[in-house]
């Protein structure tokens, strides 16, 4: 076992044993906190596959924007922060049962398939070819140009939302 | 290995000693590596962690002789020792948890503001071939890192259980959040003229510095970098008249200290990000030869960028609220975003094989005509209002002035 495997176990381990938090615990603003620990070890994974803009995107969009967002509802919401019910309702064994008919299926499906692998390293300058491609008519042009239309809108909409009515 | 080496390459240097002296002992080359990294990464935490004793003493004695006093100047030669004198008396001090605190958060708090800035001097070069770790996003790894800082903050404010605590950390979200956008966008900037996100590919593009051909981005980026840190005239977080201390009110001995390190460093951290992206980071005569000599015209920047921190902190008063998220969203956004604009529009006209100080004027050129334009619009806006005003006070009094206050731009300031 080379160390990147190493890493990599370790990382994965994390990211899961994280997840599971993110959902048991019963703390809201912990459960937060290792939502931000699993997207970062998610940030991680792609820093060992070598994509470091997908890395640092990641921190970026998910840590800096949107768990931050969530951590400043719940801390707006501070009264109803602790949940004292019960976490789970009558039907848990069978959202269990689906989720691991789920999870059965999935790693059946993945293992019968065959992955090309590719012998040529990463380019050099990756990030590069993904600028190009983005703004490219024939690649990925179209749908990056609808995703930033689409946000757009939501800009203008929820401008439109909060500002006061004359 | 011989002397000249030195000079030229001192990390190498170093970094093949070491190696020669692993591998001499029987570790094997891979696990010489991972050490010699562990060795870099402790040398760069540290310098972070110490370097603020400096910083402090530094900022207090230009603070002082900018308020016509002396400032610390007993301990040591110069007060230089005071720092170390006040970090032993907060290590000796009471470490308090106050009661309905979450212990984890509260706790982990104060280590995350310092990690986030640590970690910006990761990519920080020091010089061609003195830098952490040369990666190609690095301009979006420091705002993504930055964004971390802002999550120690909330923590820290949630955490203590108090309520100034609480309001200080939510006014940490209003202009944190909000001062990251011109900030990108003018951290867009260089990085559209230097073609490339790495650091070091950022400093070697500014044959001429990117101050000349980006002031207006390189103002905005200095202003809302300012911001981001929560310094005076931005620190409305820790307003003491009006939330006593803001987030950290409830941190005691050296808890406390990691915030006040992280501040610090962070200041500091500003004035080097400056240097880098708009004055030439480790540039300057032979510094391409002696890393060494570019390692000192790298810190020569960053302290200029540094005492213009000071400058404005010694200078200024605190702003409003409201005008600080006026200023953000009504001037530095619009502006910044314009910036962008016309650098691009700019940059494409320029054939490409133009000297450097031709391209540069061009982008100077395309700065005035922008910064004309905003004056324009400001002064425009201004007189309307003013106008309004007037004509609101004659017309019905008290309602329609008060909606003009309402309207009123703070862009004083900027100015």
Redesign the interface.
């Known amino acids: 076992m080379t160390s990147l495997q190493i890493i990599f176990l370790a990382t994965a381990a994390a990211t899961l044993i994280s997840s599971l938090m993110v959902v048991t615990a019963r703390n809201l603003v912990h459960a937060a906190l290792w939502l931000i620990v699993s997207l970062f070890t998610v940030a991680v994974l792609f820093v060992l596959l070598e994509a470091g803009f997908l890395a640092a995107v990641q921190v970026v969009l998910y840590i800096g924007a949107i768990a931050i967002l969530i951590i400043f509802a719940i801390m707006l919401t501070r009264r109803v922060m602790q949940d004292t019910g019960p976490q789970t309702n009558r039907q848990w064994w069978l959202s269990a049962l689906i989720a691991a008919a789920l999870l059965a299926a999935l790693i059946f499906t993945l293992s019968q398939v065959q992955y090309p692998l590719s012998t040529a390293g990463v380019p050099d300058d990756s990030l590069r070819t993904l600028g190009r491609a983005l703004v490219d008519p024939n690649q990925y042009m179209l749908p990056f140009e609808v995703a930033s239309v689409l946000l757009l809108v939501a800009l203008i909409g929820s401008i439109v939302v909060a500002g006061d009515r004359k | 290995m011989d002397f000249s080496q030195l000079l030229s390459d001192p990390i190498g240097f170093i970094a093949g000693l070491l190696t020669g002296l692993l591998t001499g002992i029987g570790i094997p080359e ?1 696990a010489a590596r ?1 050490v010699l990294m562990v060795i870099g990464v402790i040398v760069v935490a540290s310098f972070c962690l110490v370097f603020p004793l400096f910083l402090i003493w530094f900022e207090r004695r230009i603070v002082a002789r900018m308020q016509d006093r002396m400032g610390p100047n007993r301990v040591g030669p110069q007060g230089l020792l005071q720092t170390i004198a006040d970090a032993l008396k907060l290590l000796t001090k009471e470490d308090i948890t106050p009661i309905g605190a ?1 212990k ?2 509260y706790n ?1 708090a104060p280590v995350l503001a310092v990690v986030a800035v640590i970690s910006i001097w990761a990519v920080i070069p020091f010089a061609h071939n003195i830098v952490g770790t040369d ?3 690095g301009a ?2 420091i ?6 800082g ?2 120690a903050i ?2 820290g404010g ?1 955490a203590s259980n108090n309520k100034y605590a ?1 309001l200080g ?2 006014r940490t ?1 209003a202009q944190l ?1 909000s001062y ?1 956008v011109p900030m990108i966008l003018s951290l867009l900037v260089p990085v559209i003229l230097a073609r490339s ?1 790495g650091m070091n590919d950022i400093v070697r593009a500014q044959e001429v510095w990117f101050l000349v051909s980006a002031p207006i981005a390189a103002l905005i980026f200095f202003a809302s970098s300012v911001a981001e840190v929560g310094r005076t005239p931005f620190d409305l977080l820790e307003a003491e008249s009006e939330i006593v201390a803001g987030f950290h009110i409830e941190y005691s001995g050296m808890k406390f200290a990691m915030f006040f390190v992280a501040e610090f460093m962070h200041a500091f951290t500003v004035g080097a990000l400056t240097a880098i992206l708009f004055l030439g980071g480790w540039r300057g005569p032979f510094a391409e030869q002696y890393p060494i000599l570019g390692v000192i015209y790298f810190m020569l920047k960053a302290f200029a960028g540094y005492f213009f921190v000071i400058l404005l902190r010694a200078t200024l008063p605190r702003i409003r609220i409201d005008h600080m998220l006026d200023l953000n969203w009504k001037f530095l956004t619009p502006v910044s975003l314009g910036a962008v604009v016309f650098t691009i529009v700019a940059d494409k006209l320029i054939p490409l094989g133009a000297a450097p100080w031709f391209r540069a004027g061009v982008l100077f050129l395309a700065n005035l005509l922008l910064g004309w334009i905003t004056f324009w619009l400001l002064s425009g806006s201004a007189r309307r209002m003013r106008q309004a005003e007037e004509g609101g006070e004659a017309g019905h009094g008290e309602e329609h002035g008060g909606q003009a206050e309402e309207h009123a731009p703070a862009h004083a300031p900027a100015h």
């Open positions: 891979p991972v979450d984890i958060a982990i990666v190609n996003v979006l790894y705002v993504s890192v930055g964004s971390l802002t999550l909330m923590l949630w609480l950390a939510f979200v959040v990251e996100m």
